[in-house]
């Protein structure tokens, strides 16, 4: 199944009611905020690579004030226009070609165009979720301006179309997203766990603002082509998901953060483990790496993540925020449950 495809799908409700005229804005202007996330038991691996179907489900942790803001406006020329952070981006950029393919979703004949005024406040492609949540919050925009009153399930399954992460990004919070079996990916989508954690803190330790030397989208299919350890990563996955579970309704913080340093690593180890290796390691990311152990072998309470990227993402609670934060002075510390 094609992406369109499952576009008309998902619509086919809409467009009994409504006909043709979904695919026409109904307002001027759209606008829309979506959350960065962070995985804590990571989506690596695709079983569809045009619906962005996950091999295995995930589960991520919002940053609630970190994340991406998509002012949508009718454009009067034959082309989209897309800016980030006040800057007009070439139409030639990959950035900019994937938001138009995307556009093309719901675009018959081309009949409109949008200016794309992203201000993101997080950096991009440098691991910390910005396609996600600029997808993510990409639908809710569409959403906005063309007055579709898609349901959240809906809004999730269209924002995994963009990008696969971006199912999660459109609450805060713990959110799971399930892998499903369906070969139409309708059963492929993400929700919000009914918990929160008050106490529970992330940082953002930044190594690097540059943007990542190789894509989520190709290494992780170079992953499952010619890693050896791929295999065991749905089985880890599948152990990871139990042990969350038991440790948000524990609220289990060591059980909590452990899995998650646990589900990274395994997770960059199968990448070193291809052909060839991908490495999102920096020395700084491993001095950073080995801080934290030594800091939790001093007995403090902390762990970390990573993504695909060089940049770490710091959990613990917050007794032990000003430790945490003399240890990092230029850790970017989010409270993770806003009260």
Known sequence: MKKFDAVQLIFQPLLQQKGDSVWQPQREKGLAFAPTNIALCKYWGKRDEELNLPMTSSLSVALPEK?????LSLHNKNEDVVVLNGEALSPDSQFVKRIKAYLDLFRQENTWHLLIDIQLNIPVAAGVASSACGF???ISALNDMFVWQLSMRDLSLLARLGSGSAARSLWTGFVEWHA???SDGMDSYAEPLKMEWSDLYMGILLVTREEKSISSREAMQRTIDSSVLYANWPRKV???MVIFRQALQAKNF?????TAESNALTMHATMLSCWPPICYFMPETIAAMQRVWQLRRDGLELYFTQDAGPN???IFTGK???KVVEAFP???VVKLFVE
């Open 67 to 71: 994340g991406s803001m998509t002012h």
């Open 136 to 138: 993510a919050s990409l």
């Open 180 to 182: 499903g079996v369906q």
């Open 238 to 240: 599948a152990r990871d």
């Open 254 to 258: 060591s059980l909590l953060a452990g």
């Open 312 to 314: 770490l993402k710091l």
């Open 320 to 322: 032990n925020k000003d």
């Open 330 to 332: 230029d850790l970017d």
